[in-house]
């Protein structure tokens, strides 16, 4: 079954954590992309990939860091920098006509 | 710059209602326009797109029409279902190499009543 998995659906940390999300494809796309959801909000980019061991800032990309060692893994750890961690995660892959596949997010949640 | 700017909601139709979700654009160069749909809890999916002017895209009875006259990319249904009740993100693509121009609207939320 093609798709993207993230895991896992529910994250709680404690505040001064690192902690790391994951998302795998096996779409065999070369983009990815990793978006922050607040509540009634729409979606910030935090970092995007458009091929292996190369990623760029998004628009709020503090406290955020990423790798792409695989084509088929782009994590987020979302570091104890970031001032307001909580929040919806999604993680997309772009389509040969820059149509985006969603994840089923992550929901973190520190305290 | 490069944006979208969608009708705020939320929207509340009753069953069988019409729905029109506006979604206009500013764009330096020639997007592709989608409309995407996130049911409560999930990720956002693809509903239709449209990649040049004039064309139509359309998806579970749901049309949106490229207008370049208009920069606009309007969602519209004819009768809504309960089901149909989420939240619906009109976005942008520029093609550009080098850098990301994919940008989403903020999102209107429907909700349909029986």
């Known amino acids: 079954d093609g798709g993207i998995t993230q895991s896992p659906k529910y994250l709680f940390r404690k505040e001064g954590q690192n902690v790391t999300l994951s998302c795998e494809q096996n779409l065999n796309h070369d983009a990815m992309y990793w978006y922050r959801q607040d509540p009634g909000q729409g979606l910030r980019l935090i970092y995007y990939s458009q091929i292996v061991n190369d990623f760029q800032k998004g628009d709020i990309a503090e406290g955020y860091s990423v790798s792409r060692e695989k084509k088929e893994s782009f994590p987020l750890t979302v570091t104890s920098a970031q001032k307001n961690p909580t929040a919806f995660y999604l993680c997309?892959?772009?389509?040969?006509?820059?149509?985006?596949?969603f994840g089923p997010g992550t929901r973190l949640t520190v305290t | 710059g490069d944006s979208v700017t969608q009708m705020e909601g939320p929207v509340t139709l009753s069953e069988e209602a019409f729905l029109t979700i506006n979604c206009t654009y500013t764009?330096?160069?020639?997007?592709?326009l989608f409309w995407y749909v996130q049911y409560p809890g999930e990720g956002l999916q693809l509903l239709l797109k449209?990649?040049?002017?004039?064309d139509k895209g359309s998806n579970k009875g749901f049309e949106a029409t490229y207008r370049k006259e208009t920069t606009s990319f309007h969602l519209e249904k004819g009768s809504v279902q309960v089901s149909d009740s989420a939240v619906y993100f009109c976005?942008?693509?520029?093609?550009?190499?080098?850098?990301?121009?994919?940008?989403f609207g903020t999102g209107t939320r429907l909700t349909v009543i029986p």
């Open positions: 449209a990649t040049k002017a004039d």
């Open positions: 764009a330096t160069g020639y997007p592709s």
């Open positions: 997309a892959t772009e389509g040969q006509d820059y149509e985006q596949y």
């Open positions: 976005a942008l693509k520029i093609e550009k190499t080098g850098a990301n121009n994919l940008f």
